[in-house]
């Protein structure tokens, strides 16, 4: 059995004392040692002896590794193609000078294994020299080279591992000498590792000025594995600082450090205490109070010097918890349930008071925070008082929007009724069949609508919807014209003073509309004071105020102060709304003001009001500055002389009575008039045959087409057509009629209608 010497039966094992003895022990070894040898006779020219062990490596048997060694190229044929000439050379060599030879190699056996062999071998001379053969022993180091192959893998892996870390580290010897030094420690001291391996380490450690190594013994001997922070010197001379930790390799005859850069972190500590610093002064300028208070008791820790504003009161004497004034019992109660039951307060409107009783409404944020070791709540209150108010504004201007909106689609239906009851009352009153009292009559009707057509103006003015002519307006001549005119109407007891900045830059205003309301808010000054009083009239440049929209293009402030009654906040806030009135049923429309406040947006401007009860109203007109550009001139020219005609008209108008109105008054004007309700219908005609010499239309109509709709289309089919619109007011999508085009504003009476129409048919066709 494998691993048993076996003797014939009946040997004794002290026979095994002789030459048989040695002859068990050599077989023994060469198995253990994989080693086997063979015997070379050059009398015979034959191989004489070959142990089984080295036919085993060969995969053989004994009587086949005596027929191999017996031919060289059978020999060089067993080894690995890349070693045989190698293999050839060395031995022919050694047997030709009569000398031993050590070759390694590798054999491929008989079932196609690699196997790493060694072989030495000593020639066999006789006293005289004489060759008489050779001996040689082959060793199996296939185990030995996987070994070697292994620990050089793992070596090198290990190596690469070290060379792969983000952390310096190097080795030094017994002597200080480096053994290791990975790229890291090139990149962070800045020697390459060819200029320190196997040199003294070059490192100084600044602490202690002595050599590195005895620096490091000590530290591992006092510390252990420790890390320690320490300061050492790179090559180009500068400092770093560095967290080393130590280990001993190779049986405690090498040092091993593995070193942590801590510049980023020095960096960092300092960048937090800068933090810290940029932080208190950044919180300590935020245009919001901020403050802090103790958690456990409300006493204020800290507080910006905005809420010292805010508040009136210093840190660490104010309580903000404990019912001073800042806020009210109900408002604290519910802070703090929130707070409770959140854990933080998030966007809670709370009223607070200042010191001298001024409230003022904030929305508070409060968040819990460690300030200095101590438990304590950060609160934000961003003061929200003006932009409430700034809200209920614009709620105010919505409305007032609203009703401007309202009012002008009343203006434009009351227009189309004005323009019928106007043209047919003029025609009455100016039939020579009727007798003079029915014609009378009819010249109060037209009167009365007339009357209607100025109300329906006031409408559209408070509605933004009326047609302005700007020009360039030289306002400080202008208030003083109508100063003029006032003072010769007002009574005794009325005093009206200018008071006017030089040299004011022109205006970019309708001149009527203008001198329009600055006579309303004299006439409502003169009301505001029945027993007399000063109205004063005031131009000067207006100041950018962030509470009229922050400005930015320079307008002109006007201002209409009296001494009278003033209004209360209720009156106040109606002031704009149409028919809103506090005079006697009679005395007023109610549409003055809103006169001025739609006159004053549609220039680009505004108006404001301050007013108190027994301390008089001050009304502030602002308007835009003129820029330095030629005004458009009319392009209307004045009405030719006859107004009649024979052209072909077209007509599209929604309102039947209107449609009846104007077809019936150009047909006695002698013109050809075809009339249709919709702009679909208009197309359709204008695409067929016929051809028209003018296109009049309404500006709004159902259907989808407006009038400006039309126009454009219609000019598509027949470019040199001429086009005259009608409209019950001139709303936004009329802004082309800055380009020239002519409207004819409803209610117009017959004659308007036909030097309308006269003049459009004698112009030449826009493009």
């Known amino acids: 059995m494998p691993g048993q010497i076996v003797l014939p039966v009946g040997t004794a094992v002290s026979e095994l004392a002789g030459s048989r003895l040695r002859g068990v022990i050599m077989r023994r070894s060469e198995r253990l040692g994989a080693i086997g040898h063979w015997i070379w006779d050059e009398t015979c020219g034959c191989c004489v002896h070959c142990s089984e062990e080295l036919a085993r490596i060969y995969e053989l048997s004994v009587a086949e590794y005596f027929a191999l060694r017996g031919d ?171 967290s080393i930790s130590l280990s001993t390799v190779a049986g405690g005859n090498s040092l091993a450090v593995v070193a942590v850069d801590l510049t980023e972190q020095r960096a960092a500590e300092r960048q937090v205490v800068e933090q810290g610093e940029q932080l208190r002064v950044i919180v300590e300028s935020l245009p919001v109070p901020v403050v802090i208070t103790r958690a456990s008791d409300g006493v204020v820790l800290f507080a910006n010097d905005v809420a010292k504003l805010s508040f009136g009161h210093t840190p660490g004497v104010t309580n903000l918890r404990s019912g001073d004034d800042f806020w009210t019992e109900t408002d604290r109660a519910r802070f703090l349930d929130e707070l409770d039951s959140r854990g933080r307060v998030a966007g809670a409107e709370i009223c607070f008071r200042r010191r001298d009783g001024t409230p003022f409404l904030a929305v508070v944020t409060a968040e819990p925070l460690s300030f200095g070791g101590v438990d304590a709540l950060m609160s934000v209150a961003l003061d929200v008082t003006e932009q409430r108010r700034a809200a209920e504004e614009l709620r105010h201007a919505q409305r007032l929007e609203a009703v401007g909106q309202l009012t002008g689609g009343i203006a434009h239906d009351f227009n189309n009724l004005l323009t019928v009851v106007l043209g047919n009352a003029e025609a009455l009153a100016n039939d020579p069949t009727l007798g003079d009292g029915n014609r009378r009559l009819a010249q109060i009707i037209a009167d009365t609508a007339e009357r209607g057509a100025n109300l329906t103006r006031q409408l559209l003015a408070f509605a933004r919807r009326q047609s302005l002519n700007p020009s360039l307006v030289q306002v400080d001549l202008l208030i003083e014209d109508t100063a003029r005119l006032l003072r010769r109407t007002m009574a005794a007891a009325i005093e009206i003073e200018t008071r006017l900045q030089p040299d004011l830059p022109t205006a970019l205003v309708d001149r009527s509309q203008l001198e329009t309301a600055l006579i309303n808010l004299v006439l409502n000054a003169r009301d505001a004071m029945p027993k007399g009083g000063r109205i004063v009239l005031e131009a000067e440049m207006a100041k950018p105020a962030p509470g009229r929209g922050g400005r930015k293009a320079p307008q002109l402030e006007l201002r209409v102060i009296d001494d009278g009654s003033g209004m209360t906040p209720e009156v106040l806030r109606r002031a704009f709304e149409p028919f809103f009135t506090t005079k006697e049923v ?182």
């Open 72 to 242: 060289n190229a059978k020999v060089y044929a067993t080894l690995h193609p890349e070693d045989r000439e190698r293999y050839r050379t060395v031995t022919e060599g050694a047997y030709a000078r009569g000398e031993p030879y050590e070759i390694e190699f590798r054999v491929i056996t008989r079932t196609g294994a690699l196997r790493y062999c060694y072989e030495a071998a000593e020639q066999i001379v006789d006293e005289s020299g004489a060759y008489l053969g050779t001996l040689g022993v082959v060793q199996d180091v296939t185990a030995t080279k996987e070994i070697e192959a292994e620990l050089r893998h793992a070596k090198d892996a290990l190596g690469e591992l070290f060379q792969s870390l983000a952390l310096p580290v190097f080795v030094l010897d017994d002597q200080g000498r480096v053994s290791f030094w990975n790229r890291a420690a090139e990149r962070v001291f800045g020697w390459r590792a060819g200029e320190v391996v196997g040199q003294p380490v070059p490192l100084l450690p600044e602490e202690t000025g002595f050599p590195l190594l005895p620096f490091l013994q000590r530290q591992l001997a006092r510390e252990g594995a420790r890390p320690l922070e320490v300061t050492w010197r790179r090559r180009d001379g500068s400092s770093i600082p560095l």
């Open 586 to 767: 009679g005395q007023g429309s109610g549409l003055g003001l809103s006169m001025v406040y739609g006159f004053a947006a549609q220039s680009g401007g505004s108006v404001q009001i301050e007013s108190e009860p027994g301390r008089g109203t001050v009304v502030h007109l602002y308007l835009p500055v003129a820029e330095p550009v030629a005004l458009r001139r009319d392009a209307h020219g004045a009405p030719p002389e006859n107004v009649r005609g024979e052209e072909r008209i077209l007509l599209v108008e929604d309102e039947p009575l209107v449609r009846e109105f104007v077809s019936g008054q150009l047909e006695h004007l002698g013109y050809q008039v075809t009339a249709v309700e919709q702009g679909t219908a208009a197309l359709t005609l204008l695409q067929g045959d016929d051809r028209f010499d003018l296109l009049l239309t309404d500006n709004i109509m159902p259907g989808g087409i407006s009038g400006i709709d039309l126009r454009r289309q219609a000019r598509q089919l027949h470019p040199r057509l001429r086009v005259l619109l009608m409209s019950g007011y001139a709303g936004t999508d009329l802004d082309e009629q800055e380009q020239g085009e002519r409207l004819l504003r409803k209610p117009f009476n017959r004659r308007q209608l036909a030097e309308a129409v006269r003049l459009a048919l004698e112009e030449s066709s826009a493009a």
